[in-house]
């Protein structure tokens, strides 16, 4: 079945920092794919996604690209800040009728002032 | 839009008690899903409506749960004789659709414990 593998966190990082967090995912056809994030306190929350191949995904500094070469969704952003601290989850839907998602267990950033 | 609401946040209730939870999608919206969060992990599907009907269930469902939508609006979930392993984050989320229309939105929540 489809399956989604993130790395495990937590990553700590200072202010100002580059961010990268690695993607992979396993999937048949061609899956949309999907970064969430999770505040603290808070509901997840759809940071951005992309929906074919070579698409790139852009949010609020964020940025990831749809590899399917290398079956990949990295989130990268150049600066992060110390309210980018948070829950990250990456996750696909395979653009059946369903359309339900499936999350990789997620890594939780750390920004440091 | 007041963005989806789940009832109760919380919830505590003794092994073997039956709970329910409900989910209270954006208004206009057609897809409901329910997902499953245990912690430190990503949440897990579990099943999902287009408006009243239940397309889908996952194997995580077992014959304990049952989820309804009646007149496609609201959404509840039972859980019955609850187990421990029941203990976990219960999320809602709804879309407008399919394809380009199925962002989903997701609730706060309800947190269940089961002692």
């Known amino acids: 079945g489809d399956s989604v593998t993130q790395m495990e966190g937590p990553v700590t990082l200072s202010e100002e920092a580059f961010l990268t967090i690695n993607c992979t995912y396993t999937?048949?056809?061609?899956?949309?794919l999907f970064w969430y994030v999770q505040y603290p306190g808070e509901g997840l929350q759809l940071l951005l996604k992309?929906?074919?191949?070579?698409d790139k995904g852009s949010n609020k500094g964020f940025e990831a690209t749809y590899r399917k070469e290398t079956t990949s969704f990295h989130l990268e952003k150049g600066s992060v800040q110390v309210s980018d601290s948070a829950v990250y989850f990456c996750?696909?839907?395979?653009?059946?009728?369903?359309?339900?998602?499936?999350f990789g267990g997620g890594t939780r950033l750390m920004v440091k002032p | 839009d007041t963005g989806v609401s789940q009832n109760p946040r919380h919830k505590i209730t003794k092994r073997g008690q039956n709970v329910t939870f409900r989910c209270d999608p954006i208004?206009?919206?057609?897809?409901l899903y329910w997902y499953r969060q245990t912690l430190g992990q990503g949440p897990e599907f579990l099943t999902y409506?287009?408006?009243?009907?239940?397309?889908?269930k996952s194997r995580l469902l077992s014959d304990r749960f049952s989820a309804e939508r009646p007149k496609g609006s609201f959404s509840t979930l039972e859980i019955q004789r609850t187990e421990q392993g029941d203990s976990a984050m219960y999320l809602c989320?709804?879309?407008?659709?399919?394809?380009?229309?199925?962002?989903?939105?997701f609730g706060p929540g309800t947190r269940l414990t089961v002692l």
């Open positions: 989320a709804s879309s407008r659709g399919a394809g380009d229309y199925n962002e989903q939105f």
């Open positions: 999937a048949t056809g061609y899956p949309s």
């Open positions: 992309a929906t074919k191949a070579d």
């Open positions: 996750a696909l839907s395979p653009n059946n009728a369903g359309n339900m998602l499936t």
């Open positions: 208004s206009e919206h057609n897809r």
């Open positions: 409506f287009q408006n009243e009907a239940q397309l889908e």
